[in-house]
């Protein structure tokens, strides 16, 4: 029987680091992708690799990209602070495009691999509010994936799967637990040191602290 492989979309946070375990515990051979992307800080890619090897990848990939050069967001400009308090609407740690251009490069190298599941970590419970976490969106994209590849075209359908969904972050926490994750690998905060360490401010940190307390577990969270 041919190997079942899936490309992961792996950030180093704790959702993606999730999405890896559960593919694994499905029986794929996972290929895990990162991106670089001009993001504030490499501490998520140092994060991502760990994972990568904790988890048994078969290969994790880093692509570089220029996403600072169009900005517009305080993940990719630094003259936009991180927001340390919670805003209305869609914050300005929405990065333009972002999950559309990392599902596309990770298309591509499904496409490459003969893999036909893609999955990706988004979530549409406790989020940030972006677009592009949304069941539409990820619905969206899967059937432009299987109009733009010759994969698709020959009848050899793609899936994008998105397993944490519909998940809390409580609920998150406690699947990655189950299966394996080693947290403290992992780095979530958008404003990281060089060292990983998490400012406990963000949006992220926040809704990564409240995930842990609410899951009764213990935070395994190295703070500045």
């Known amino acids: 029987m041919s190997e079942k492989k899936a490309v992961i979309l792996l950030s180093g946070g704790l959702d993606s680091a999730t999405v890896v375990a559960l593919a694994r515990a499905e029986g794929y051979a996972c290929y895990t992708m990162s991106f670089d992307y001009g993001q504030r800080h490499r501490a998520e890619l140092q994060a991502a690799e760990r994972v990568a090897r904790q988890l048994g990848a078969v290969a994790h990939k880093v692509i ?3 996403l600072n050069g169009i900005g517009g ?3 990719t400009d630094t003259s936009i602070d991180v927001p340390e308090s919670p805003t209305e609407g869609i914050p300005v740690t929405y990065v333009p495009a972002r999950n559309t251009v990392f ?3 990770a298309l ?3 496409e490459v691999l003969g893999a036909r599941d893609i999955f990706i970590g988004v979530n549409a419970v406790d989020y940030s509010g972006y677009p592009d976490c949304r069941p539409e969106f990820v619905d969206a994209f899967e059937r432009m994936a299987n109009l733009a590849t010759k994969a ?3 009848g050899q359908g793609f899936r994008i799967q998105a397993p944490l969904q519909n998940l809390s972050k409580a609920e998150i926490v406690q699947a990655g637990m189950r299966h394996g994750v080693d ?3 992992t780095v979530s905060c958008y404003q990281a040191d ?4 998490a400012c406990g401010k963000c949006d992220s940190c926040r809704l990564r602290a409240a995930g842990f307390a609410a899951a009764g577990m213990k ?3 190295r703070y500045q």
Do not use: I, K
Not at 194 to 197: A, I, K, N, Q, Y
């Open 108 to 110: 591509g190298w499904a």
């Open 194 to 197: 060089d060292e990983g360490r």
């Open 152 to 154: 698709g075209v020959e």
């Open 64 to 66: 570089g990209l220029n």
């Open 103 to 105: 599902l596309s490069l």
């Open 183 to 185: 947290y403290a690998l």
């Open 73 to 75: 967001s305080a993940l």
């Open 219 to 221: 935070d395994p969270t």
